[in-house]
């Protein structure tokens, strides 16, 4: 058990300081709007990391990706220097879509509500 806590607690390290990095140091005009680095996932030989990126604006999302893995790089050179580990992990961006999921269920939960009252 106590290695997983160890994972869990180097990946939300990890989250903040790509979130940090993204936000102040990477200079690419894509890297811009709404967006939120959600969760990081690094694997317990701390070889990989998949980290999830939430972006509100869906004309964004692309751009945004593209950019980060234009930057991936110099983004894992950074996280080198300001995160003390055996292995800087190789970074994997995955889009998150948790959000627009919540509203696609939150959404067809008012139109059931709204056709049952309709049906009373």
Same mark, same amino acid.
């Given at each position: ?19 940090? $990095?993204? %936000? &102040?140091?990477? =200079? ?14 690094? +694997? ?30 110099? $983004?894992? %050179? &950074?996280?080198? =220097? ?14 998150? +879509? ?23």
């Amino acid at each position: 058990m106590p290695a997983f806590d160890r994972i869990d607690r180097i990946s939300e390290e990890v989250r903040r300081e790509l979130d940090k $990095i993204i %936000r &102040e140091d990477v =200079r690419d005009p894509r890297v811009k709007g709404t967006y939120s680095v959600t969760r990081a996932d690094v +694997t317990r030989d701390l070889r990989y990391c998949k980290v999830y990126v939430s972006v509100f604006e869906e004309a964004l999302r692309e751009p945004l990706m593209k950019a980060l893995d234009n930057a991936k790089g110099f $983004i894992r %050179r &950074e996280l080198g =220097r300001r995160v003390q580990l055996r292995y800087v992990p190789e970074l994997i961006f995955e889009s998150d +879509t948790n959000m627009e999921y919540a509203a696609h269920i939150d959404s067809m939960l008012k139109s059931l509500e709204r056709e049952h009252e309709r049906d009373q």
